[in-house]
């Protein structure tokens, strides 16, 4: 994915994107999020940050699903990397996150 893929940055998350031909069963949009190690020492800030980040796509996505138009043979997969350095509060990550998936979907098509 990330040698193939479109990736651009919303700071501060970076989104990694390929679509790809679908497999059986396999969901629409398979999405992934990652927080590097080398910035957060400790799980359990990492953790905190992925938990934010999930539950920002989770109020988004209904916004990225119903205007996504994606063939039936095809999938997009998409990895959700934060690259800022510190914890910021969920209303940001929230607002970066909306504008992450409109750009996701103006790219997608």
């Known amino acids: 994915m990330f040698s193939d893929g ?6 501060p ?5 390929i679509l790809s031909e ?6 629409p949009i398979q999405i992934a999020f990652s927080v590097s190690k080398r ?6 800030k990492r953790n905190l940050i992925k938990r934010r980040m999930r539950e920002a796509y989770r109020f988004n ?4 699903l119903e205007s996504l138009l994606i063939p039936k043979e ?3 997969s998409v990895m ?10 969920f209303d940001k990550i929230f607002s970066s996150m909306q504008k ?8 997608a098509h």
């Open 13 to 17: 998350l970076k989104v990694v994107w």
């Open 39 to 44: 910035n957060f020492k400790r799980a359990v």
């Open 6 to 11: 479109h990736s651009f940055l919303v700071y």
């Open 61 to 64: 996505k209904e916004r990225l």
């Open 74 to 76: 095809e999938m997009l």
């Open 22 to 27: 679908k497999r059986a069963s396999m969901p």
């Open 100 to 107: 992450a998936l409109d750009r996701l979907k103006s790219c």
């Open 80 to 89: 959700i990397v934060y690259v800022g350095k510190e914890v910021i509060p």
